[in-house]
């Protein structure tokens, strides 16, 4: 598969603006959450188009996500640890679906997708911390 130009240059776009932006607001010391280094990683293997590359991004990111999550659990309960490190992943994939894969971009998908995300936000609001 051929990644489209826009995508490439959208995507490297993003990074250097989402790294900007957290390292401005957390600090270099805060720079590495949530696998960012798979995240920085992603641009070179895209433009390479590098299946080993990115083969080794992905199993790097997944066994990085455990970590983490394993580490929020001890702040926050399972349930709602769970459903946010879930829910991340649903809605990421259905969007990449959609701009990589053509997949339907219906209204009601959407929607959808809208609640994934007010249900994640909504659970993480009302948890509080794992001692209540």
């Known amino acids: 598969m051929i990644i489209p130009l826009w995508f490439k240059l959208a995507y490297t776009a993003f990074v250097l603006y989402v790294m900007a932006v957290w390292w401005k607001h957390y600090g270099w010391k805060n720079f590495l959450w949530f696998s960012d280094i798979a995240f920085i990683g992603a641009v070179p293997a895209m433009w390479l188009e590098?299946?080993?590359?990115?083969?080794?991004?992905?199993?790097?990111?997944?066994?990085?996500?455990?970590?983490?999550?394993?580490?929020?659990?001890?702040?926050?309960?399972?349930?709602?640890?769970?459903?946010?490190?879930?829910?991340?992943?649903?809605?990421?994939?259905?969007?990449?679906?959609?701009v990589l894969f053509g997949e339907s971009a219906h209204a009601a998908r959407i929607a959808c997708i809208g609640l994934i995300v007010a249900g994640i936000v909504g659970l993480k609001l009302v948890s509080g911390d794992a001692g209540d």
């Open 50 to 98: 590098s299946a080993p590359l990115s083969s080794v991004l992905t199993v790097a990111a997944m066994i990085v996500s455990v970590v983490c999550l394993a580490l929020a659990l001890k702040s926050i309960p399972v349930g709602t640890g769970y459903a946010v490190w879930t829910g991340i992943g649903a809605v990421g994939t259905a969007i990449l679906g959609i």
